[in-house]
DNA sequence: AAGCGCCGTGAGAGCGGTCTCACGGCTGGG
DNA sequence: CCCAGCCGTGAGACCGCTCTCACGGCGCTT
């Protein structure tokens, strides 16, 4: 039951009969510390296999080493979301090495959500990274007013000046999609919008239209889902009217779901109709026939995320959003 | 520029004209105080928006009110692995309103992984989680030994004395899927097997065993496979020359792979061959036909993983594994 | 030769809490 | 009526680290 204390400071500088304060400094890397002192130093360090207390540290220092990835929408729906699975081993990946610790907040709710300020002001976290934001949110505008080192991912519904965001390219990678599907020679080019109050969303509508128009080709028919396979396969149903001869979903769940109305429909993939989707998840590679789609560089936007977060602890001003490049994923669909 | 410093413990008492000792003792909802005065306390606290400094809490208390939960083989591979998304929302979750923050700590390797122990010894957290761990992982023994509370996700290969574990019913769960198959009038069944120094493939491997057997039953042919595809589709050309009329494969990717080349070998499934996996993924819902799995009780692990590790930092005994029951999820491939 | 500045080091004051202990006031039992 | 005991409160000692400041010693300039 005599559970050995762990060495503190005190103690290795007892046992290496040096101050505190010089310990302190070679833990710390200080150049003002004789060579001597820190060989002498660093040996009584690792044989008394001495480590630092962060809570001591961060009490003194003001600073946590540590920042938080705070989640929205973290129910049981997106429970197995691999996109959101992607985005937190990235970031802890980029983290690696750095000696920052992640702290992941779930903010299931607007309550919740609310405390995430409370929780960053008590000195938890020396920045936060916000991943899956909801158009209405508050809490970017706070932090930042907060002067809160912040990071979003995806371009918020408002610009908030001096918010630092990391996004890809989604008007881009619509565009891909679409102009993969004008160079097949399709003429009748359908669009399954997502919910258009989310950015990723409107943009790659806007992509869509943009594409087009640049093929000089009029608009084709929209219709909206709402990202699952349920309303692709809905939104596909009305399309049908239209008689489309190529679509372009939002994102390869609604693809899925135009996929099986079509199916039913009678309707022969790629042959009657092409499809593009969007976002390359896993399944894309499994459909019948294999979904062409848009890649995101989901592991880059955690990393640059984290780069990013990092200067701005570091101390450095908030720089420009950054924008991801996109990549058509050619498959059978389209 | 001038960042108004944080009400402090201090402050509040200071306002609230009572000592530091009677906000703390409000703050921890300790009994011993009048009701007037913690009103006014919370009053106080309440009008200053104060929030505890964490730090210093937990340099005074010697906890930290976090747990790490501690991921392994986290690399590219499985960046979007939907069962580790599963586990690290199902336990975020299960923290949600326990005022206990998860710290995510990634071991890419094994000299990071050693350095967890470190981490663990230099009181960053209370408790720690393991999921995903190695067969030759010794970091739970160090941690039973250092007394740090732990829970594992899996049953370890070799039993450790006062190891908390949480696992699945493989066993059952295989032995569910066996019996599908022989239920089904089966009479060649066949197992594709995963990595036999991993638990949860021995386990179903015995689970096969064991429901061949209570059927009276020879066992049937075994290759063995990795959890990939591509091993699927291996094992699955090698299990033909056994001409079998169902598989067991021990996991759905090995399926899916099953899957294919038994279609490229014009074996109709589930005519020919009836076909059962194992996990209930996504992608088992959209094969052709159908995948007929076992689902695990992810969700339910991770919960129970973290119930059990808040009672032992509570400071209750480490108590007995839990075996979670599996389920069989009846689609169309059996 | 004297003075200056710099360099390595140590002493000590916090950082913001928790927690033990002491203390005055009140209640209740003998 | 007195005293034991409990209750609510306050004082103050830490928890382990950082960081400022002071200090002695050395090399350099003038």
């Known amino acids: 039951m005599t559970t050995e204390r762990q060495p503190t ?22 150049p003002r510390v004789s060579p001597e002192a ?22 003194a220092s003001r600073r946590t080493d540590s920042v938080a990835l705070v989640l929205r929408e973290a129910d049981a729906t997106v429970l197995a979301d691999p996109y959101l699975s992607a985005v937190i081993i990235a970031t802890s990946q980029a ?5 920052v610790q992640l702290v992941l907040v779930n903010a299931q709710n607007d309550a919740e959500h609310q405390r995430v300020g409370e929780y960053v002001r008590s000195g938890h976290v020396d920045g936060v990274l916000l ?10 505008q706070l932090l930042v007013q907060a002067r809160v080192p912040v990071v979003v991912g995806g371009r918020p519904e408002r610009p908030i000046p001096g918010l630092v965001y990391v996004d890809t390219d989604n008007v881009g990678g619509a565009q ?27 943009d790659r509508l806007t992509g869509y239209h943009r594409a087009l128009a640049r093929a000089g080709r009029d608009a084709g028919p929209v219709a909206f889902g709402d990202f699952t396979r349920a309303s692709g396969e809905a939104a596909m149903a009305t399309l049908l009217d239209h ?12 693809a899925i779901g135009a996929l099986r109305t079509l199916r039913a429909a009678g309707r022969r993939v790629p042959e009657d109709v092409a499809l593009v989707g969007y976002d390359d998840i896993e399944l894309a590679q499994h459909t019948e026939p ?16 984290t780069e990013l977060l990092l200067l701005q602890i570091g101390g450095q001003p908030p720089g420009d959003p950054v924008v991801l490049p996109t990549e058509l994923v050619p498959r059978e669909s389209a």
């Open 9 to 30: 400071l005190d103690t290795v500088a007892a046992a290496a009969g040096v101050s505190r304060a010089t310990v302190s400094r070679v833990i710390n890397g200080s």
């Open 38 to 59: 820190r060989d002498l130093v660093e040996d009584t360090i690792a044989r008394l296999g001495y480590v630092p207390n962060r809570a001591a540290r961060s009490l």
């Open 95 to 99: 983290l690696v090495g750095t000696g």
């Open 131 to 140: 991943a899956s934001m909801h158009a209405d949110d508050p809490l970017p």
């Open 176 to 202: 891909l999609a679409t102009e993969r599907l004008v160079a097949a020679g399709r003429s009748r080019i359908a669009h399954i919008a997502g919910p258009p109050d989310m950015t990723a969303a409107a």
């Open 243 to 254: 008689n489309p001869d190529a679509v372009f979903a939002a994102n390869d769940m609604m």
């Open 290 to 305: 294999a979904l062409t789609t848009i890649r995101q560089p989901v592991v880059d936007q955690a990393r640059t995320m």
